[in-house]
């Protein structure tokens, strides 16, 4: 670990792993589930998203304490028909009961070719992409996501009434994957703070100022609370569909009754994978997915925009730079981490 | 059918159907064929969507004659594993196979809880609502899209690689449905053909101008032909994977190949059913919606914004409306098709 003057710290992958792990194991995790969410936690943040990794895991640990989050917890299966589970999440972590539905959805995948674990009083899985790249590893495609509190407005309304609800859809791709893990809202929270703290405006417009304006202050936006939905109409109605079907499909509760918790506890999730090997052009995936994107970084590129990336090449970039550099992480947060 | 002085006529459904009906029928359709054809093309007017109804009939008859659409080609099962089916449409009409498609994909979901089907080989389906609607109606659970030639730049580029792939999810809801069907542009070309010409503004940038500026003016969009995916980088990833999906579940052709094509046919489609019979909440279903509805409705307005309503809701009105007065047609594209 290597300390530096502006308040940054690079911490190995490895160590972040043995601290979040020694960590939850004295905050009631058993020594096996510790290690699989620390290493969730640590892997969130090596892959370039300390927003669901070390930057969130105080407040996890916090929920924990609060009983939100309940260590032991494991989900239950309630109705299981055919290719198609609901589950109980029974207010376990969020992270391990969505490794559980994850692999459980590609095991129905297996039998059936494709098949869906709708998850219920669950918790906030952290980075979505998490449960793509791991069904994609084992060799599925995957399309899930998960609801939240109320923390976007419906179109044509002020207050909060939608979640964010991401989706995370992954391919298997090249012993890696193409990983698309989106937020209905324009900006995650996450980043509009990220931004907020290094006093950056956002690349376009955001949300909504206190007073009803577009914007692209992340801090004026955080005070509103009142994000603009990605694509204006279009996010707004795909969260909620999402959220219906979160609800229906895991019988569990939809964002507005997760709105009405003091906190944001018992979410519902639903996890789809489907089965190359039921496919008939299975041995040609990496070829089509190859072609398709080989075609995209012929685009006659826009003068300083940057790289075309398909969704997901940035993961691996980061997560090659962070073993090899360590993990980027604001000394503050490491050292109350530390301490719990 | 009663004619006005604005170059607007006001034509009853039944008429459309029956209009339709027989121009199929003299374009090589079977009687059976030309009736379900038409009253989709006709029920797509019927519920407020004429770019993909009456305005684009007289386009699907120019596709049939120079042998793009394919009237008599019927679907062939291509591989069967599980409730995963890929089928060829054999360039078959666009409707026609994707209301098999679908009806195939709730036969696979009424056996397996969930059933998905690929369908390469086809053409433009017109409006994907109609078999959200379809689904719906049937009392399932629905996801699915197509891919289309490329019209839309990558993120970071300038000329056209993705395609618009529009996205529809349905769910049933108190003998109707809520049904998103949206594509993956801000706005469609359809809808800037419209502002174009009737000399407005988009409400929100939709695109670039040649220069590569941010615009509102639709003409400018048009002449770029560089319309923004819908929540920028969002909707272009979204955009992309659709594609990956639906080239590798059909076995069919991807965006980057109908692009190699004199015009846009041969595209590929999924469609994924699933079972509320096959849920433990079954019977709740519509109250779960209606809580949903209900609470969002209670949203504090946003002045001048008008009502705030669900996916699918203005289909409805659209649908009671134009039964009652009939469906609003340009006179000079209805005297088109009455000559074909």
Redo the contacts between chains.
Sequence with gaps: MKDSESGIIHVPFEVMVRVFRQVLERNGFSREKAEICASIFARNSLEGTNSHGVNRFPRFVRYIRAGYVKPQAEPEL??A????E?WNGCLGPGPLNAVFATRRSTELAS??????V?LANTNHWMRGGTYGWQAAKAGF?FMGWTNTTPNM???????P??GNNPLV?A?PFENEA?V?D?AMS?YSFGSMENKKLSGRKLP?PGGYDPK?NLTDDPGLILESWRPLP???W??A??S??L???A???S?GL???EIGTKEEEYGVSQVF?A???S????FSS?DK??R??ID??KT????PG???????GERTQVARRENLKNGIEVNRLIWEEILTF
């Design positions: 309630v109705h028909s055919g290719a198609v609901q039998l059936n070719g494709i098949g869906l709708g495609i407005p419906a179109w044509g309304g002020k207050n009434k939608l859809v391919i193409v698309l989106m324009q376009t009803g990605s694509g204006y279009k996010g109605s795909l909620l569909v959220d219906m079907l609800a229906i499909l019988g939809a964002t507005r789809i489907i089965s190359p039921h496919l008939t052009n995936l089509i997915l072609d398709i075609d995209l685009s006659e590129p826009v925009a940057g790289a075309i990336r398909y969704p």
